[in-house]
């Protein structure tokens, strides 16, 4: 079936700095999601792109639908932006999504 | 704006039990979700639901049902708890293949 390979799985990043997440698609994704599972474990939507890049503050996301990947890119981490970022896409008009394990994001002072 | 609630938020169920997890949205989606997220792993597709009375089985559907009664809610039922399974089951919606919405979660606890 579909698969959604994110990476990496744990991430740590001093405050000020920043980085990325990454997910590769072994199947050509109409659409990806970005999601941050908050502290009492409710899924957060930061991103939902068919195509291009969007950006939110200090988070950007970009989707590339024919290379079959999206990236996260956080910058300027802040200590509220800690926890379990996922991504998730879906091929068909349903919105079914496949999701990625996710990446553990620890901020650090 | 809307909201998904789900009910409810903990759940602590024998082993072989029947149990019923509930979800209401309010934003008027035709589409919904049902989805199980286990420790330290992405979330996978229980079954979802395109419309009223429709149902349509995810990649883990065995030893669950589910019932789209309304447009605005969509129960799951496990069929057969079982011991020691831990899970959180996450419910949402959506227009067709827009973006998704999730609830908080009902936490699953078997003994």
């Known amino acids: 079936g579909d698969q959604v390979e994110q990476s990496p799985s744990a991430l740590s990043l001093h405050e000020g700095t920043g980085s990325a997440l990454r997910c590769n698609f072994t199947t050509t994704m109409r659409a990806v999601q970005w999601f941050r599972k908050n502290s009492r474990g409710s899924l957060i939507n930061l991103f939902y792109?068919?195509?291009g890049t969007k950006e939110n503050g200090r988070l950007k996301s970009a989707f590339d639908s024919k290379e079959r990947y999206s990236t996260l890119h956080i910058r300027d981490a802040q200590l509220e932006d800690s926890g379990t970022y996922f991504c998730?896409?879906?091929?068909?008009?349903?919105?079914?999504?496949?999701f990625g394990e996710g990446t553990q994001v620890t901020v650090i002072s | 704006g809307g909201i998904i609630t789900q009910t409810p938020k903990f759940l602590i169920g024998q082993e072989g039990q029947k149990l019923t997890l509930k979800c209401q949205q309010n934003f008027n989606h035709d589409t919904m979700y049902w989805y199980r997220q286990d420790s330290g792993k992405g979330l996978r597709l229980i079954y979802y639901s395109i419309t009223e009375n429709d149902l349509q089985k995810g990649d883990l559907s065995e030893g669950y049902d589910a019932s789209r009664e309304k447009k605005s809610s969509f129960s799951l039922t496990v069929t057969s708890a079982q011991k020691n399974e831990m899970a959180v089951f996450l419910c949402a919606s959506s227009i067709g293949g827009e973006e998704v919405f999730f609830g908080k979660g009902t936490r699953l606890t078997v003994v």
């Open positions: 998730a896409a879906g091929r068909g008009l349903s919105g079914k999504l496949t």
């Open positions: 792109l068919a195509s």
